[in-house]
């Protein structure tokens, strides 16, 4: 039979090491919220891939949709012969997106793709060069995604040098003594000390930073922002790749925008969730925006592949017969009651965050500072336990939960008690 410690091995020896791997495990299967591994060791997935399984490993509907498109063709690229499902996706996702204004989109594979078409076509629109993004940001390991990212270890360390006029802004973070005041004078001292506003084409951000930490950009933020764009003629970009697809209780988080605030983004990019498990990246905006490029600039040999387009099609639909907005809220509320039993219970934790069910706790020490080597410790318990959980954070001490929202309650409930050993096996 077959071990992870083989598999390893065979993996040490084969794969660079700068490809990293949170656990030395390899799946053997897998089924909505849980995962088996080789050697038949059940694990509850509160990861769901980084983001990606919204709707659970391998959803009877998705699979099916697939299925019945692999009967048909897999690939012609879109570019040569055109397909149906690619457009009626597009369709669907300008339907969805907020703002009262024409939208069109087009597809790629990954989200870092999406990140670049989304700058290629803010720029070919404004005619200008400059993109500013925020300090703890994650945008991808493409060139630009890399410059992009506000996060130099690891995700620059010896890869430079980056694509030029990428500038960095602050990001509202309260907890961390980052006010909005703050952020926005940053932006507005960028404007001062590096770039002249009228050469800036977008501001690009995450509506909830993901990598970053789980840290929720104020509403107030977001329309000061609009307000800032508006009046220098700069585009808006919701980086929605760790957020949409409904993790935060909307299709999009900046539905909440839109909703709240009348703030709608100019230029949308999705991925992920989107796909249910098959690669696909969405770019969604302002028709007058996405019809700027020159016929030609746009697309990809595999972009917006029939399989994956039947795969986001068919995670849609089960998102409207499943009721799973409804449900993101509801595993939101679940963990968030969960979580905070679990700080009252333990020491160190510091605040329970969430965005529908984008979920995190942050770790601090006894010296009150934060404390990664403990959140390492936490998703090693866990791991060991049958909890898949992943960390994240600018400090390396926030606990993330990314469950899919077809798990059930029971499913939740015994991860919940899973991380509530974790926790106490390494208190402080
Ligand atoms: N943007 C955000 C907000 C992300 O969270 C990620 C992935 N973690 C990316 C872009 C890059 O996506 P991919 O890994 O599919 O290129």
Redesign the pocket.
Known sequence: AQTNADLMARRRAALPSGLGQAFPIFVDRAENAEVWDVEGKRYIDFAGG??VLNTGHRHPAVVAAVQRQLERATHTCFQVLAYEPYVELAEKLNAMAPGDFAKKSFFMT????A?ENAIKVARAYTRRSAVIAFGGG????TMM?MALTGKVAPYKLGFGPFPAEVFHAKFPCALHGVSVDDAIASIEALFKYDVEASRVAAIIL?PVQ??GGFYIAPLDFVKRLRALCDAHGILLIA?E??TGAGRTGDWLASDLWWREAGVAPDVI?M??SLGGGFPI?AIIGRADVMDAASVGGLGGTYSGNPLACAAALAVIEAFERDGLLERSRTVGALLVRGLQALAAKHPGIREVRAAGAMVAIELFGTDGKPDAPRTAAVVKAAIDAGLILLSCGTHGNVVRVLVPLTASDALLEEGLGLLDQALAATAP
């Open positions: 980084i983001a990954t989200g870092a793709e990140v994650f945008h991808g390991r995604g995450e993901g990598e980086d790749v760790q990019t991925a992920k990246s």
